[in-house]
């Protein structure tokens, strides 16, 4: 069992930025792949961006160049730094986590408000 536990959102203006953090205590090694997604209101979820174990990192074309993905072994924890915010980022944000054991186990954390808005 994987607990993932999110903080940093808020509400900020359009330009500035956040860092969001995923905690995962007691199980970061075990972890493939951790990442956020996101979800606005009336619209489906969509992955932001991936970071595998092996520091392969994928994201979505929307962010590129204004969030970054990263972790600290040494805190099991996963940030995202997202700069430039827009309105559209505004979203509930989704700390997830992949485990492949004798099969695939996803884990989600209970999400963190962003708000983007002048």
């Known amino acids: 069992q994987v607990q993932l536990v999110e903080s940093g959102g808020g509400l900020v203006q359009p330009g500035g930025s956040l860092r969001l953090s995923c905690a995962a205590p007691?199980?970061?090694?075990?972890?493939?792949?951790m990442g956020w997604y996101r979800q606005a209101p009336g619209k489906q979820r969509e992955a932001v961006a991936i970071?595998?174990?092996?520091?392969?990192?994928n994201y979505a074309d929307s962010v590129k160049g204004r969030l970054t993905i990263s972790r600290d072994n040494a805190k099991n924890t996963v940030y995202l730094q997202m700069n430039s915010l827009k309105s559209e980022d505004a979203a509930v944000y989704y700390c997830?986590?992949?485990?492949?054991?004798?099969?695939?186990?996803?884990?989600w954390g209970r999400g963190t408000q962003v708000a983007v808005s002048s």
């Open positions: 007691g199980s970061f090694l075990s972890i493939n792949a």
């Open positions: 997830y986590a992949f485990v492949l054991a004798t099969r695939g186990y996803n884990y």
């Open positions: 970071l595998t174990s092996g520091g392969s990192t």
